[in-house]
T-cell receptor, first 113, second 109 residues
Framework: DTEVTQTPKHLVMGMTNKKSLKCEQH?????MYWYKQKAKKPPELMFV???????INESVPSRFSPECPNSSLLNLHLHALQPEDSALYLC????????????FGSGTRLTVV | SQELEQSPQSLIVQEGKNLTINCTSS?????LYWYKQKYGEGLIFLMM?????EEKSHEKITAKLDEKKQQSSLHITASQPSHAGIYLC?????????FGTGTRLQVTL
């Protein structure tokens, strides 16, 4: 299995809702990532997990809460989001290091209303 | 922090024409990735370069990393409508991948 699977593909949520994005990989990769991509912009890194521990938080607001239950799963819990948080959220995994290869999921298109 | 500038920002070419996209880094590149993205979809891995002067090809796409490892180019030969999309270069550090500004490619019939 050489894929990163993200669910759901689309999500519409209200500003008072709580929802979660899920990401799964079975390639044995030791690092997993969340990226946020706004329209016509490149993906921007949000969080990095290495060996199931949070290693990088790019000053992301606390309304985004990542979780790595095990080496294959990565969640992003969402609470009290703002309309400007609407974006494509991409998950990726890699072996780590500069040449470890990065595999991306197909993304979750999030709309906050 | 490492910054990647891509040029051109957008490109419209006629089917069958060749094209080149450039990616210039503010720092030395130790792992340079090229991805393609269709609008609103995930990133498709194209190639990864790490050695100065390295060149890789896949089908009609060739990517090069210059000797000084601060610039990469992506060349498409005889473009097809299937090549349309957004091309992103990415620079890898030990802990993360940072993307360039992106190049939007349209291929006309």
């Amino acid at each position: 299995d050489t894929e990163v699977t993200q669910t759901p593909k689309h999500l519409v949520m209200g500003m008072t809702n709580k929802k979660s994005l899920k990401c799964e990989q079975h390639m044995g990769h030791r690092a997993m990532y969340w990226y946020k991509q706004k329209a016509k912009k490149p993906p921007e890194l949000m969080f990095v997990y290495s060996y199931e521990k949070l290693s990088i938080n790019e000053s992301v607001p606390s309304r985004f809460s990542p979780e790595c239950p095990n080496s294959s799963l990565l969640n992003l819990h969402l609470h009290a989001l703002q309309p400007e948080d609407s974006a494509l959220y991409l998950c990726a995994s890699s072996q780590g290091g500069r040449v470890g290869g990065y595999t991306f999921g197909s993304g979750t298109r999030l709309t906050v209303v | 922090s490492q910054e990647l500038e891509q040029s051109p920002q957008s490109l419209i070419v006629q089917e069958g024409k060749n094209l080149t996209i450039n990616c210039t880094s503010s720092k030395t590149l130790y792992g340079l990735y090229w991805y393609k993205q269709k609008y609103g979809e995930g990133l498709i891995f194209l190639m990864m370069l790490q050695k100065g002067g390295e060149e890789k090809s896949h089908e009609k796409i060739t990517a090069k990393l210059d000797e000084k490892k601060q610039q990469s180019s992506l060349h498409i030969t005889a473009s097809q409508p299937s090549h349309a999309g957004i091309y992103l270069c990415g620079a890898a550090t030990l802990s993360k991948l940072t993307f360039g500004t992106g190049t939007r490619l349209q291929v006309t019939l």
